[in-house]
């Protein structure tokens, strides 16, 4: 059974208009489609008896990412390199939070790639 926000989002997703693969990946990549994604962590097994969800996410999940994050920060790279970083949208909403708020990287918006 879906929760209601997972269904809150697919009713948003219904209503988006995809005229092109391009349109598809420019949405996918926007930070109105990554909060949803991370809500959608903070639904279902998140809810679990007191406190279970919310240790599983925080344990496994949010670790998961800051590994993710470290193993690129271990990315030889100079100032003048980009790193595109490819992963499933729950992700990327938790790398966006993360490279946004890190002073040692310059967060690219998919939007404005050339």
């Known amino acids: 059974m879906k929760s209601f926000e997972g269904n809150r989002f697919q009713k948003v997703i219904d209503n988006v208009i995809f005229k092109s693969v391009l349109d598809t990946f420019m949405y ?3 930070k109105e489609s ?7 962590y903070l639904s279902g097994d998140f809810t679990l008896r007191e406190y279970d ?3 599983m996410l925080a344990l496994y999940w949010y670790s998961r990412n800051l590994r993710m994050f470290r193993n690129i920060q271990n990315i030889p790279h100079n100032s003048e ?3 595109l970083v490819i992963v499933g949208n729950g992700h990327a909403a938790v790398l966006r939070q993360l490279f946004t708020s890190s002073a040692a990287y310059d967060f690219t918006e998919f939007s404005s790639l050339k």
């Open 81 to 83: 390199d980009r790193i």
């Open 28 to 30: 996918m990549n926007s």
């Open 53 to 55: 969800g919310a240790d």
């Open 34 to 40: 990554h909060q949803y994604g991370y809500g959608a």
